[in-house]
């Protein structure tokens, strides 16, 4: 089952879709005067063991993406203030937090979604159309992989790499963005995306980026980024 | 080379050193010198954080300030520079194991890979500090290796066992005219420390006659403007995640209160 919703007029055009062999997962919903909320991961801590050690998934998701949560409602709290008030000026000088912080709120929100322990799939090579545009596209799912990792490990400090559909070309395309700008600044919808900010891998793969970009693809959810895939095209 | 510090200037030693090796190559007694020191210092060997001289500065029990070596040398390649401290010496506070990655693997990392990008390009011959106002803008490849190399050598230098506390004399006096206070200076620092989204840098620099802190964002560096640098400190994540994880703000706390080196900074104050 896909839940989807229509997200606030920050990031109208960002659709988040949840999908799980357990218990189904809340939407996040950017609804204009909600505060934005942690989602919960579709597994436990330790599920993604021994590919991410289960400190590191404690400390990303109630450490890091709460910040992101916590910061993205103050700033945006502060907007909406100051958009009652006429303030532009305030406004304007609001955008980078509200970038910083809702961009990290929505690229961990999709993170958490693209991973699941190999019990739940994660690992398990895409089929049908996504797996035939991943081959038309990129020649083969090893050779998709081993590009994308070799992009997203040439991010020069923190960043994602993703997995895009390219609406207007109507082809998946690989991409890179700085920081936590989200990937819908490029235009494409993302499917799949991976964190190499130091703080997704540091405390187990240390500086060897490289090794965690080649061990995370046995947890990767195909069947997620399968349901986003055909949510985009749709 | 711009640095007052043992650790770089050492390290230009060695490349002044090394570059005239070809004209030792007649003298047999240079090259049966048995003194590990003096091979080192002759270039003959990599350097290591454990050499004999990270060894006497720590002894010291402060960073030893030594002359540059005199330059116009073909530089054969760039060396890492020793660390100016022993690699257990700022514990609790900055650990070893950090050390081990920070400094043996990134800052190596960097002067690995510049090795490999200069030879044979417009920036064979020149100095580190030349190749990252050269390569700034223009070569991303060349730039962030080269800057990053710089950026890591200024922060190891810019931390000491035993530091912390106040500055004295003129910078003390330009800090409290600049910030109005000690206290208010350490705050604005730590929060362009605290803000630099992502992976930088936060540095207090001299500019002409003020004093500014600026944050930088991945590998770049104030000495591409005509900023002098007075002391900085590393906030990409894998300077700080293994000893604080995600609490940047400790992290920087325990670098002005317990870490950053007040005599390196009043040493650039006075260039």
Redesign the interface.
Known sequence: MIAARTIGKVFSQQHIAFAGRRAPVDAVSFATKAAASLPDLPYDYGALEPIISAEIMK?HHQ??HQ?YVNNFNIAQEKYLDAEAKGDISTMVSLQGAIK?NGGGHVNHSIFWTNLAPPTCGGGEAPTGDLSHAINSEFGSLQAFQDKFSAVTAAV????WGWLGYDKAAKKLAIATC???DPLSITGLVPLLGIDV???AY??QY??MRPDYLKAIWKVVNWRNVAERYAAAKS | MAFVSGAVAVAGSHIASSSTAASCASHPAFFAQKSVAFREYAGFKPVTSFNRVAKFAASRNAVKFVAPATPAVTRCAFDLPPLPFEKTALEPYYSSNTLDFHYGKHHQAYVTNLNKLVPGTEFEGKSLEEIVKLSAGKNPAVFNNAAQIYNHTFFWSSMKPNGGGQPTGALLDKIVQTFGSFENFKTEFKTAAVTQFGSGWAWLVKEKDSLKIVKTLNAETPITTAAVPLITVDVWEHAYYLDYQNRRPDYVDTFLNNLVNWDFAAANFAK
């Not at chain 1, 020069?156 to 960043?159: E, N, P, T, V, W």
């Open positions: 400390i450490k890091h910040a910083f020069q400090g923190s960043g700085a920081n936590q900010w130091e703080h540091y405390l240390k500086n």
